[in-house]
């Protein structure tokens, strides 16, 4: 086979050792062989030489797309969001779409005799790394609009989005100014960040002194933004505590699920027992029903041995642990092979944030878990995950992934249970209760909850007809 296009164009350029090389490489991939192999062409057949350079760029922009897939698989860090209705519901009525009857299962689930909705505590905002000096981000958490902003000082302040003078949402379209204010996009009043006081109206002679916006006392750890909330607006209680390992160890990426269920469903799981021995027993699959019975999942499981105490520190007492032992077997021909063992040590920090340390016998890791109350009823819960440097990235994600199927699996529990006040437990989930009595300290007298006609109340700034 002759490479006409190449002789003709290499007369002009035949001086260069690189371009010859580069024609080189491009004549063997511009030749027809390819397609005569797979038979889309006769043997022999040589291409016109604009459908060989066509077929070379497509070869080019191929090339480049699954070298990036590749290097992303093997070196990017893991970014997974799974928006409410991703994971976590089962579509059995098949005479309607998929979308519908997960609309169906939200609208109809009965949420339960709940606590209160929104604790007390410090909660994730969002990921430091993920606003700038100067830009400024729209939160919407604890059913309120939030202004996030980072002065010109790398302070990163937390306001009320709605501005008092006419309502605009100070979020879309607002920008930092003075280094440390919030200047409203509609007509121009700042807003100090520090205080949230007004102190500019760009075409007013006087200021009415009595005018600012809320603002929320927020802080900077392990890499992520807090907020504190209190119903009764109350000064922070305790402090969030750095995580070491966040700069030891090295990052293998993040996860966020939104779930439909009340708060306390989540952090509840670690004193629930039973269930590791049951519904995380499979080793792979978030699909509950589809993979139990999967070949993989029938030869290795899990066995799980755990432990959950409140701490006796009185100074952390919005603290409790948690220790996991994981031994993994391979079940063959009736006999149980013990493969790996794995370890967790697990620190629940609030109602909100869990810090849980791996230790394998390969690596060390720790994942950090938080939970932030989007609305009464949906919580944003997101992971990140920190491994021993000497890892490859790529072994790091395939745990974490492995990780998070098992998240997944709970999620399919949250999103569809109801919250029962009195649940029937035997003397072996003795521990449940105990979480439950623990987990009280976090709300208060005014923490908004639901009424007996199932409306959010405010207890703190409603009237009481509400009630
Ligand atoms: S609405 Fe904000 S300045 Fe007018
Ligand atoms: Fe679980």
């Not at 260069?16 to 390819?34: A, E, Q």
């Not at 999942?297 to 603290?319: F, M, T, V």
């Not at 021909?333 to 849980?356: D, E, M, T, Y």
């Not at 990780?403 to 709970?410: A, W, Y």
């Amino acid at each position: 086979m002759t490479d006409i296009i190449f002789t003709e164009a290499g007369n002009a350029w035949n001086s260069s050792l690189i371009y010859s090389i580069v024609f080189k490489t491009w004549s063997i991939t511009s030749r027809t062989t390819p397609l005569c192999t797979i038979g889309l062409l006769e043997q022999g057949t040589t291409l016109p030489p604009t459908i060989c350079l066509i077929f070379n760029l497509a070869l080019v922009v191929t090339l480049v797309i699954f070298g990036q897939k590749f290097y992303q698989l093997l070196f990017a860090p893991l970014d997974l969001y799974r928006d409410l209705g991703s994971v976590g519901y089962v579509h059995h009525d098949l005479n309607i779409s998929k979308e519908h009857s997960i609309r169906l299962t939200q609208r109809r689930k009965k949420v339960g005799d709940t606590p209160p909705v929104f604790p007390n505590g410090w909660f994730r905002l969002l990921d430091s790394g993920s606003i700038k000096e100067g830009q400024v981000r729209s939160v919407y958490a604890f059913g309120e609009q939030m202004a996030v902003f980072r002065n010109s000082r790398g302070k990163v302040r937390v306001m009320d989005a709605y501005c008092p003078h006419l309502g605009a949402n100070m979020a879309a379209g607002g920008k930092v100014v003075n280094s440390d204010c919030l200047e409203c996009p509609f007509h121009g009043w700042k807003f100090s960040g520090e205080t949230g006081k007004l102190v500019d109206i760009p075409y007013a002679q006087k200021l009415p002194n009595f005018v600012s916006v809320k603002t929320w006392p927020c802080a900077e750890v392990n890499d992520i933004i807090f907020i504190w909330y209190h119903c009764d607006n109350e000064p922070p209680q305790w402090q969030m505590p750095v995580a070491q390992a966040v700069k030891k160890l090295k990052y293998v990426g993040r996860t966020e699920h939104i779930i439909n269920s009340h708060i306390q469903d989540i952090p509840e799981n670690a004193a629930d027992i039973a269930h590791l021995n049951h519904l995380h027993e499979p080793v792979i699959g978030s699909d509950v029903e589809q993979t139990n019975n999967s070949i993989i999942n029938n030869l290795i499981k899990h066995g799980i041995k755990a432990s959950w105490q409140p701490s006796d520190n009185p100074l952390e007492k919005h603290c409790s642990s948690m220790t996991i032992q994981d031994d993994i077997y391979m079940h063959i021909f009736g006999r149980k092979v013990h493969l790996v063992q794995l370890n967790f040590k697990i620190s629940q920090i609030g109602a909100g944030a869990v810090h849980i340390y791996v230790q394998t016998p390969f690596f060390h890791g720790l994942m950090v878990q938080n939970i932030t109350p989007v609305e009464a009823l949906q919580q944003r819960l997101t992971h990140s995950f920190y491994i021993s440097p000497w890892v490859p990235t790529a072994i790091g994600k395939i745990f974490y992934l492995l990780e998070t199927t098992q998240i997944e699996r709970d999620i399919l529990m949250w999103n569809n249970k109801t919250y029962l006040r009195k649940p029937i437990l035997v003397k072996e989930e003795a521990t449940l209760g105990k979480h439950r009595r623990w987990y009280q300290q976090f709300y208060s007298e005014n923490s908004p909850r639901f009424n007996k006609k199932g409306k959010l109340v405010f207890p703190a700034r409603c009237d009481p007809t509400d009630w």
